[in-house]
């Protein structure tokens, strides 16, 4: 079956330092790969994402690249900003897009 | 585009009590939502798949008789709760995907329950 596994948290960094979350995952077919990020007291909002190996997906100055040698889709950010502050969530989509699979949520918090 | 509406944010019922939740796809239609629990420390569990037409798909351990999924047109999925107890209080969120990449799956801001 399919599985995410992301670095537990919480994850806290100072503000203007360099982000990575990790995240690995198992999958039986060939999977579309997401991050997700839920800030305090919503939903999930997509974040990015990628769909085929070697694929970089980007959005508001975070990246995270489709490593298919690897099982591995890490965010990244170069210079995190105290709004970053949310948890993160890692997931894939098998062939179909028929549901999605979560890791755990990594919490991400940035001081001043 | 994709936006996925849920209603209400926010409910507070008394314990024996049911609580309707409302999952709407405002700008597509949705032959399938998902709705997911959220316990403490943010991990995610999916409830059930929600089926336009057809009966719910539910996983493993949760109760379809006390977690009752109704998705009669394309656009609206209802979860109700029914005879709620402190126990089922959560953050509960509701989830389409409008099969488009551009999107990838669209969730709603979610429902916390309080059951007192």
């Known amino acids: 079956g399919n599985s995410v596994t992301q670095m537990e948290g919480p994850v806290t960094l100072s503000e203007e330092a360099f982000l990575t979350i990790n995240c690995t995952y198992t999958?039986?077919?060939?999977?579309?790969l997401f991050w997700y990020v839920q800030y305090p007291g919503e939903g999930l909002q997509l974040l990015l994402k990628?769909?085929?190996?070697?694929d970089k997906g980007s959005n508001k100055g975070f990246e995270a690249t489709y490593r298919k040698e690897t099982t591995s889709f890490h965010l990244e950010k170069g210079s995190v900003q105290v709004s970053d502050s949310a948890v993160y969530f890692c997931a894939l989509s098998d062939i179909g897009y028929s549901t999605l699979t979560f890791g755990k949520g990594t919490m991400l918090l940035v001081s001043p | 585009g994709a936006v996925v509406s849920q209603h209400p944010s926010r409910v507070i019922c008394k314990s024996g009590t049911s609580v309707k939740i409302e999952c709407r796809s405002l700008d597509f239609q949705a032959t399938t939502m998902f709705w997911y629990r959220q316990f403490p420390k943010q991990s995610l569990m999916l409830m059930a798949t929600?089926?336009?037409?057809?009966?719910?798909?539910?996983e493993q351990g949760v109760e379809k008789d006390k977690f009752l999924i109704n998705h009669a047109s394309l656009t609206l999925s209802t979860l109700t709760v029914t005879s709620a107890h402190p126990e089922d209080s959560s953050f509960y969120i509701c989830s389409a995907n409008p099969q488009d990449l551009n999107y990838g799956y669209t969730f709603g801001s979610g429902t916390r329950l309080t059951v007192v």
């Open positions: 990628a769909t085929k190996a070697d």
């Open positions: 999958a039986t077919g060939y999977p579309s």
């Open positions: 929600s089926n336009e037409g057809s009966k719910a798909t539910y």
